[in-house]
Every structure is written in C-alpha cells, then in structure tokens.
Nanobody
C-alpha cells in the first residue's frame, strides 16, 4: 500500500523559514502532479502550490515569491520551502498526489487523489 508522510512543520516566528517534505512510501513507480495544500482554522482547504511531472510549478497568489515547490522524482519526494512567513500562513499543510503508479501483487496500477495526514505550521508574531 502507498502512504504519503509529511514532515517539517513546527513553530516559527514571523519572517522565518520552514521546509516541508512529503515522501511517498510503498512500491511507488511514479507520481504525476504533486501539490501542497493548507487548511487554516475555520477556513476551507486551499491549494498552495503544485508541480507537474515535467517540473512546471504553480503558486497561489498569496504565497508567490515566498514559497518554492520542488520534487525529487527518483525519491518520490516533494518539498515546500517557505520563507518570509506570515501569521496568515498558519495552517495544517497537506501534501497530495493526483495520480500514483504503484505495484502490488496484482501488478502495476494507478491510485488517484492520495493525501498525507498533514503537518501543522504555526507562525507566531
């Protein structure tokens, strides 16, 4: 079975930096688009950044110029480098993979819309 495991969240002061990681475990062959999403208290989950299998990146306007998404396809891992953090960046951050090609006893097959458990980022002023 495939799992996505986030790490790197924590408490940081305004203007600080954090790097989040998301690693896919299991017999993963490839992953299409990788994304980071967040959900602040009392708000809906929102897309923060995405990166395609070809390396094309998208950023929400609220994080453009401050966050950088990257991926290591060989390690089935992707990252979110967050800088110049603001209190409004406080949220639970979730990684997502839109499609994962993995192998099990039935052979290679696709799984869609995989989510990690989330990691909390708190920016204090």
């Amino acid at each position: 079975q495939v799992q996505l495991v986030e790490s790197g969240g924590g408490l940081v002061q305004v203007g600080g930096s954090l790097r989040l990681s998301c690693a896919a475990s299991g017999r993963v062959i490839s992953i299409d688009t990788m994304t980071w999403n967040r959900q602040a208290p009392g708000k809906e989950r929102e897309l923060v950044a995405s990166i395609s299998s070809g390396g094309s990146a998208y950023y929400a306007d609220s994080v453009k110029g401050r966050f950088t998404i990257s991926r290591d396809s060989a390690q089935n891992t992707w990252y979110l480098q967050m800088s110049s953090l603001k209190p409004e960046d406080t949220a639970v951050y979730y990684c997502n993979a839109d499609r994962i090609l993995f192998s099990d006893s039935s052979g290679p097959r696709w799984a869609v819309d995989y989510w990690g458990e989330g990691t909390l980022v708190t920016v204090s002023s």
